[in-house]
């Protein structure tokens, strides 16, 4: 089992930036794949980015691209989104989320959740 924590979010004007952790624990993280989603109200989870834990290969949506990084520092098993240029459309609760292997591009495949974190971006 594999448990997720995310931190960081927050309100912030457009344009702004914050930062988002993931903290994983109870299970080696090396052969992982771990990825952001975010569901904001009425709306279905969208997935928002990926990192192979092996090598750092990473994987965005076209509606985040050049905007935001996610990154992992493999001795802590965390993870993180850098989230910047923010828009009122990011605003969303944010899940950070974890499976075994699999393609770093699919959203396929995610067995373990986090509980999400708030981000609100302001006009």
């Known amino acids: 089992q594999v448990q997720l924590v995310e931190s960081g979010g927050g309100l912030v004007q457009a344009g702004g930036s914050l930062r988002l952790s993931c903290a994983a624990s109870?299970?080696?993280?090396?052969?992982?794949?771990m990825g952001w989603f975010r569901q904001a109200p009425g709306k279905e989870r969208e997935f928002v980015t990926a990192v192979r834990w092996s090598d750092g290969l990473t994987y965005y949506a076209d509606s985040v691209k050049g905007r935001f990084t996610i990154s992992r520092d493999a001795a802590k098993n965390a993870g993180y989104l850098q989230m910047n240029s923010l828009k009122p459309e990011d605003t969303a609760v944010y899940y950070c989320?974890?499976?075994?292997?699999?393609?770093?591009?699919?959203?396929?495949?995610?067995?373990?959740w986090g509980q999400g974190t708030q981000v609100t971006v302001s006009s």
């Open positions: 989320a974890a499976k075994i292997g699999g393609v770093v591009s699919s959203r396929i495949g995610y067995a373990y």
């Open positions: 109870g299970r080696t993280f090396s052969s992982h794949i």
